[in-house]
């Protein structure tokens, strides 16, 4: 019988102790600290695009609009049709304008008839003058009848051309090559030179002009870095910009800042500036929406995976990795995007580790085992 308890406390104990043992083991398993890909900063050189809403007008948008009143007789374009300067867009019918023409020449034909008597007058006083037989002043009357038709005669061609040129409103031509918008108005159509819509706009988009803005700050460090005596010149040293369209492809063709506006916009606080573009297959149109993208080189950045982020509320912070391998949160400010990176404007050093991937299990104090990436492998596989 004690031979049987003892054996039974005996192997109480042991399964205690290996329960402990067992334990033990499971907590200090628990306890090692997990392994994090981390990321040295070091500073590189990149650039990078920033994107700017933008509006697309042609170089050249005509209204095209009566100058007389009268009906729209003929329309020979259609929407969309591409014009030449000088070809023929629209007639109207006014037939006053033709019967003013008409009643012009036959003024021209009476006040010349005008003009010719008093002439023959002329001509028959000044020998009886010459001959004492009347008096000087009757010569005097006769030239002065023949200077009030000449001035009349004179008075009748300019109404004559007067109504040669309102004669001519009724045909209408292109100004310039382009494209034809809209055609409000058909045939038939009543049309006065007070219309409030022009029959037509014809726009030359050969080249294209993409207006947008920048806030005063851009504005500012802009002006300040840029070289130039001037703001053309500053203008000048801007690289060569894309338009990214409203499809999110891209023009084929670079373009060039070339204005800016030199009032900020009270309201706005905004820049307005200028990029031209050529447009040789007419493949945007004016009144398009588009993206003016404008490259710039940055020598020393500090480049972040987007992933490597995490924001609470509007504010964007990282994990650095501090002394004894204990995670920090740290806040960031972003200055520009390159890809899936961020360029990082304040927040970070040259030197600091950051964890790179797996951070929604990190917490404030946690302990790791760093994981030390090489950047290239980081910037070249992102």
């Known amino acids: 019988m004690h031979t049987y308890k003892a054996f039974f406390y005996s192997f109480l104990v042991f399964v205690i102790c290996l329960f402990f043992s067992c334990g033990g083991r499971g907590t200090a398993i628990e306890n090692k600290p997990k392994t994090f890909s981390v990321l040295n900063l070091s500073p590189r050189k990149v650039e990078v695009n920033t994107d700017y ?25 259609d929407e969309g049709a591409t014009v030449k300067r000088g070809q023929l867009l629209f007639s109207i019918d006014a037939p006053q304008y033709e019967q003013d023409l008409n009643t012009a020449r036959a003024n021209i034909k009476i006040a010349l008839a005008e003009v010719n008597a008093a002439k023959m007058q002329v001509d028959q006083v000044r020998p009886i003058v010459e001959q004492d ?20 005669l004179a008075q009748a061609r300019a109404a004559s051309n007067n109504a040669r040129t309102n004669l001519s ?4 031509y292109s100004p310039v090559d382009g494209v034809a918008g809209i055609l409000p108005y058909k045939v038939g159509s009543l049309i006065t030179s007070t219309t409030a819509n022009p029959l037509t706009t014809v726009s030359n988009i050969k080249k294209i002009y993409a207006y947008f803005s920048i806030n005063e700050s851009q504005g500012l460090d802009f002006f300040l870095a840029a070289k130039g005596g001037t703001l053309q010149q500053k203008l000048n040293t801007l690289p060569p910009v894309t338009l990214v369209l409203a499809n999110g492809t891209l023009l084929p063709v670079k373009g060039k800042v070339e204005t800016a506006s030199g009032i900020i916009n009270a309201q706005t606080g905004s820049l307005n500036m200028r990029a031209t573009f050529d447009n040789p297959d007419g493949l945007v149109r004016s ?17 972040i995976p987007q992933k490597s982020t995490y924001q609470i509320q509007d504010k964007t912070f990282v994990y650095l990795v501090g002394a004894d391998h204990k995670v920090l949160s740290q806040q960031i400010t972003i200055s520009a995007s390159h890809g899936q990176f961020y360029v990082i404007g304040k927040g970070l050093k040259v030197g600091q ?29 992102p």
Request: net charge positive.
């Open 287 to 303: 009144g398009s929406s588009a993206i003016v993208r404008i490259p710039r080189m940055i020598d020393n950045a500090l480049l």
């Open 133 to 152: 037989i009347v008096s000087p002043f009757e010569l005097k009357a006769a030239r002065y009848t023949l200077e009030a038709k000449l001035a009349a």
């Open 169 to 172: 409103y009724t045909t209408i």
């Open 53 to 77: 809403p933008a509006s697309i007008l042609g170089i050249q948008n005509i209204d095209i609009r009566p100058k007389i009143d009268g009906y729209v007789k003929n329309i020979y374009i």
């Open 353 to 381: 580790q950051i964890v790179l991937d797996g951070i929604v299990s990190l917490r404030e104090g946690l302990k790791i085992t760093p994981k030390l990436i090489a950047a290239d492998s980081v910037y070249n596989n």
